[in-house]
C-alpha cells in the first residue's frame, strides 16, 4: 500500500511535494490502465481518499498531465465516497493550514469530509485545528460557521468557547440560538451539520445533505424555535412594537440561518408549518404602512428558494397568496418565475404533491358566489373554468356590472382558476413521476382524498389504478367506467396501474375500451411506451447507445430538458460549452439517468446538438455509483428512456418536413425521416390500427410497416409514423408540406394528446382529397412528379 508513503513521504529520502508523491502513485503498476496510463478507478476508496489528499495541494498548473491527474482522482471521487485513513485526515489538516497561509483562505469542507468518512478512530487534528480557528477569527467576516464550530469543537474548549463567543456577537438571538445548539453537539453530529452551511444564500448544498441533518433532534427543535421567533418578529413590526424599516427585519446572516431552518422542516414535511406560513408570509412581504417596500424582501425571496427545494403544496399557495397582495411592483413577477421552478420540484416530490386544498368547492367540482344580480360558477372538470350566469341563465362574457362594481370579486376568481390549473398539472406531473417509486397509496385515502376530491376526481377517474384486493391479487379499475370500486378495507394498497407490469392482452383490452368509450387520458397511460433492455444493451453493460447519433434542435431539446425535470447546462461556441450529461433523479432521489449529448454546429439562427449515450447512477453511501444496465429497475429504465425518446423524437431534425441543408446533416435526415420506428412511433401505429376504422377516410387508409398510407385521386401518398414526412408512389418521391390544417372530420378521437399524430391524421385527411387542395407549392410538387412518374 502506498498509503503512508502518500501522505507522509518517504521517510528514508525524505517529504516529497504533493505533487511528487500524487505522480508517484499513478505511475505505479497498480494504479495504470494496460497502457500506463492514470486510472484512479482501480484504486480502493481508500486510497482514493490518499489520492484526494495528495492531490489537493499538488502543482497542477505546472504540465496538462498533472491537471489531467487531479481531473481524473475528481472524477473517480465524484462517482464512489472516498474513504480516508486516520494519517491522511491529520494531512488534509495540514494542507488547509498551508493553503491558508499561502492565499489567505481556504475552505474548511475537505477535512471535515475526510473525518465524516475515516477508516479508523478519530485522529489528534488539534494541533492544525487550532491555527485554523486562529485564522479564521482573524477575518472581518467570519464564513462557514457549522464548519468553524466543527474545527474549533476539535481544537479543544477554550477554541469553542472563543468561538461560540465571536459568532453571537451581534447577530440576535435567532443566530445566537444556533451557535449555541451547534456547539452543544457532538464532533460527529457538527461535521454533518457543516454539510448544510451556506456562506451565501444563493447556494444550495445537494438534498442528501439536508436529509442527515433532518435527522439531528437538537438542530430539528432548533428549527421550530427559529422560525416562530422570525415570524414573532414580523408581528411586533406589524403592531408598532419594533420600527418599521424597509427590508431590515433580518440581517444577512439571519435569513440564511432561518433558509436552512426552513428548509430542514420542509423537508419533514412537519405539521406545524402550514400555520406558521399564515403568519410569517404576510409579516415579511407587507409593510405596516402604505409603503411598497417589504420587511424582508431577502428573506421572501430565500423562502421561495426553499420552495424550489422542498416544496409542499401549503408553501406554494402561501407565496401565491403573499403574492397577489405584495406591493412592490417587481416582487410578483420575480416570485411567478420562482413558482414555477417551485411547482416542477412539487411534482417530482409525490410524497406530499398529492395533497390537494378542497377551497370551498362542493363535491361536484363546483364554486359559487354572488356579484349582485349575478352569480359566479367556477367548475372544475379537466381543467378549472370561470363562467357568468344570471337567474340559473349562462351568460357569454363578465357582465358590465361585474366589471364595474366587483373588480375585486373577477380578480379574485381569475386567480382562483389560475392555481387551480397550476395545481392540477402539478398533480398529474406528481402522479405520473410516481411510476418510477411504484408509489403506493391507502384505499381509503385514495377514495376520499383523490377518487373523491372535488378537484381531483375527473382526472382520476380516468386513469386506470390497480387495487390489491388480496395479498399479491391486484385488480384493475377505470372508476369513471367501474361505477361500484372493489370491496377492499382502507390499508389496502392502490397504485397507479402500467403497461409494463401487464401481459399484451389487457394491455390491448384497455387500449380497445378507450377507444371505444372515447376516453381521453390526462396523460399517456394505456398507450404508454415501454422500454425493454435490448440484446445490444446487455451487451454494452453500463450505458445505452439507442438514442445515439440523432441531430437536434438543440435549443428546443434543452427547453425539453426544463419542462420534464432534467437538469442541465446551456452549450454553445464558448468555453466548456461543448457538452454536457442533462441528468435527472428517479424513484424518490434513489437513482439518475445521465444523457450525453454535444454542440454540434449551428444552421443559420437554429444551434445543432448531437446526442450520444445514456447512463445510470444508483445512490450508495451518499454518492452515486454507476450502475450496469440490466440492475435498473425495470420502470426506472424504461420511464427514463421514455424521456430520451421524446426528447429525440421531439427535435430531431429529420422531423422537419422542409429542412434543406447539406453534407452530414442532411445524409442523416434522409436515412432517419423514413427509417426504423422508435417506441413512441410504435405507439401511434398502435392508435392507428383502432382509429382508422372509425374515419370518413378509412377506405383510403392502410397502415404499412412505417407509414400510413393514403389514396388519394391524384397520387397515393406515404405518411411516416415517426418523422410525418411524406414520400410519394410510385417512385417514393418526396412532398414536402411544412403546414397541414386541422382534421377535416372534427370528430376525431385522440386517446391521449400526441402533436406528431394529430399532424399525421391532418395530413392524412388533406391528402385523401388532394384535387381540393388549394395550395400551389403542394399542388406544383404532385403535378411536377405525376408527370415524371
Known sequence: MLNDALVTGDRERGPTSPADRLMRALTDPDFTDEDGHPDPSQVTDEELGTLLVAAYRADVSATPTMRNIRFLIQRTAGERQPRYTPAACRRMFELLVDAWEEHGRADLTPGLDALLHRTG????????????????????????????????????????????????????????????????????????????????????????????????????????????????????????????????????????????????????????????????????????????????????????????????PELITAIRTVRRTVRHAGVPRQLDKMLRKADAALAERTDVALRLPRLDFDDDGVLRRPAGDYRAVVTVTDSATLTWEKDGRPLRTVPAPVRRDHAALVKELRDLVKRVNAQLATLLRALEGGFTVDAVHPYGWWRTELAGHPLARTL??????????????????????????????????????????????????WRDLLTERRIRQPFKQAFREIYRLTPAEERTGVYSNRFAAHLVHYRRMFALFRARGWKSSLLGPWDDGDGDEAERTLAAGEWRVRFHHTWSDSAGDDALATTDQVRFDRRREDTWRETPLADVPPLVFSEAMRDVDLFVGVTSIATDPDWTDGGAERAYWERTAFGELTE??????????????????????????????????????????????????????????????????????????????????????????????????????????????
Open 680 to 789: 413512441s412511433a410504435l405507439a401511434r401505429r398502435d392508435v392507428l390500427e383502432r382509429l382508422l376504422p372509425r374515419l370518413k377516410i378509412a377506405d383510403r387508409c392502410t397502415l404499412d410497416g412505417r407509414f400510413l398510407r393514403v389514396r388519394g385521386d391524384l397520387r397515393t401518398y406515404k405518411i411516416h409514423l415517426f418523422s410525418a414526412n411524406i414520400l410519394m408512389e410510385p417512385d417514393d418521391s418526396y412532398l414536402c408540406v411544412v403546414a397541414a390544417r386541422r382534421p377535416a372530420d372534427r370528430t376525431v378521437f385522440l386517446p391521449f394528446d400526441d402533436e406528431r399524430l394529430a399532424l399525421i391524421l391532418s395530413k392524412a385527411f388533406l391528402l385523401a382529397a388532394d384535387t381540393d387542395i388549394t395550395d400551389e407549392t403542394i399542388l406544383r410538387q404532385i403535378r411536377q412528379n405525376e408527370r415524371g412518374a
Open 121 to 312: 478512530p478519530l485522529p489528534d487534528v488539534s494541533g492544525p485545528a487550532r491555527t485554523l480557528v486562529g485564522l479564521w477569527l482573524k477575518q472581518d467576516v467570519v464564513r462557514q460557521p457549522y464548519a468553524l464550530l466543527a474545527v474549533a469543537a476539535l481544537a479543544g474548549d477554550e477554541a469553542l468557547r472563543t468561538v461560540v463567543e465571536r459568532l453571537s456577537r451581534d447577530v440576535g438571538p435567532i443566530v445566537a440560538d444556533e451557535t449555541a445548539v451547534v456547539a452543544g453537539l457532538t464532533p460527529l453530529e457538527q461535521t454533518v451539520l457543516s454539510e448544510i452551511d451556506r456562506d451565501s444564500r444563493f447556494d444550495s448544498p445537494l438534498a442528501h445533505t439536508w436529509r442527515r441533518s433532518a435527522e439531528n433532534p437538537a438542530y430539528v427543535a432548533f428549527t421550530r424555535r427559529a422560525l416562530e421567533a422570525a415570524a414573532d418578529r414580523t408581528d411586533a413590526i406589524r403592531a408598532g412594537e419594533i420600527p418599521y424599516r424597509a427590508d431590515k427585519a433580518f440581517t444577512d446572516r439571519e435569513v440564511i440561518s432561518l433558509g436552512q431552518a426552513l428548509r430542514v422542516a420542509l423537508l419533514r414535511d412537519e405539521p406545524w408549518l402550514p400555520e406558521l406560513f399564515d403568519r410569517l408570509l404576510p409579516g415579511i412581504a407587507l409593510a405596516p404602512t402604505a409603503a411598497k417596500t417589504l420587511p424582508s424582501q431577502a428573506l421572501l425571496y430565500e423562502v421561495a428558494r426553499a420552495a424550489q427545494d422542498f416544496p409542499t
Open 460 to 509: 382520476v377517474g380516468r386513469l386506470i389504478w390497480e387495487i390489491e384486493v388480496a395479498p399479491g391479487e391486484w385488480r384493475a379499475v377505470l372508476p369513471e367506467t367501474d361505477e361500484d370500486l372493489p370491496d377492499a378495507p382502507d390499508d389496502a394498497s392502490v397504485r397507479l396501474w402500467h403497461p409494463l407490469r401487464s401481459g399484451p392482452h389487457a394491455v390491448r383490452a
